[in-house]
């Protein structure tokens, strides 16, 4: 019978600009680190992991990730990197033509302090030949949304201004394609949810992707849709993350009448805290300040 895990071959960074030869675990915990003589000596039944001259140093635990959102967000439209809303049209568009007719153009994560501006609706319609499209903003705050894609969310210039939130308008009142803070449910309401099997394959991809950063835990902040997925891919024995799940403060009277408390789980799975806050984001110029946002008379937006 195995006693242990011995990891050896390369160095172990223990701090402070020192490493150990080798480190020896058992049941999930450091037991030791040290000379490898010493270690081998003390578990010579223990299981050999060489790391063939690598260094072996702790996982980091990410203490704020949407993680769901952002693995199903690498098969999206990613305008990251760039400088202007010509060049996000051209990615858009290429994107676009991958997909079926009827599909959503979805993904984004642009940044309009890099554009100079927000872009519009009848911009994103030159690139989406007729699909919906909502893409977001790079801190999830805003979105863009197209023509087709106001539409089917019943955005007019008679819709009411949502509490928490702004619909952008022209000077005639007429929506320009940009949601900010809780107009975004407007759009939520009408983008179709990604599937079960989706959500799995999402977090498999985003898991690899973690593992090869060196993420080992995080703290999720998500809807229920993502805690349903973590469940089925721990209840698989997949789960190599270890994930504390928060419960957003629009579900909290619902957790507490069920009964759910932090700490409800196992070591790899189990609810955390309560995610709230009060108003939006500096990216989408939203966060709540005292004075103006530079050039304008906007103050943010209390959620």
Request: with cysteine.
């Amino acid at each position: 019978m195995s006693s242990g895990l011995l990891i050896r071959g390369g160095r172990v960074h223990v701090g402070d600009g020192r490493s150990a030869e080798a480190l020896l675990a058992r049941d999930g915990r450091v037991v030791a680190v040290g000379a490898i003589a010493d270690l081998a000596r003390n578990a010579p039944r223990a299981d050999v992991l060489d790391v063939a001259g690598g260094l072996v140093v702790p996982g980091w635990f990410d203490s704020h990730v949407h993680f769901m959102w952002w693995a199903i967000q690498m098969e999206q439209v990613d305008l990251r990197a760039v400088d202007s809303i010509d060049a996000a049209l051209d990615s858009v568009a290429r994107h676009a033509n991958e997909l079926g007719p009827e599909a959503w153009v979805l993904g984004g994560r642009f940044d309009k302090n890099r554009w100079g501006r927000w872009p519009t609706a009848s911009e994103l319609d030159s690139a989406t030949a007729g699909r919906p499209a909502a893409l977001r903003s790079r801190d999830g705050h805003s979105r863009w949304l197209n023509t087709e894609a106001l539409r089917r969310a019943g955005i007019t210039s008679e819709t009411p201004e949502p509490h928490g939130g702004a619909i952008e308008r022209d000077g005639t009142g007429a929506p320009t394609g940009i949601l900010k803070e809780n107009a975004n449910r407007l759009a939520d309401a009408v983008i179709p949810p990604p599937t079960e099997d989706e959500c799995i394959d999402a977090l498999r991809r985003g898991q690899a992707e973690a593992w090869r950063r060196g993420i080992v835990g995080i703290e999720d902040l998500e809807q229920s849709d993502a805690f349903g997925a973590f469940q089925r891919l721990r209840a698989a024995g997949e789960l190599g993350l270890r994930v504390v799940m928060g419960v957003p403060h629009a579900r909290l009277d619902e957790a507490i009448a069920l009964g759910v408390r932090s700490g409800l789980g196992d070591e790899w799975l189990q609810v955390g805290h309560c995610k709230m806050f009060a108003d939006g984001a500096l990216g989408s110029q939203t966060a709540a300040l005292e004075d103006p946002y530079e050039g304008t008379g906007d103050r943010g937006i209390m959620t």
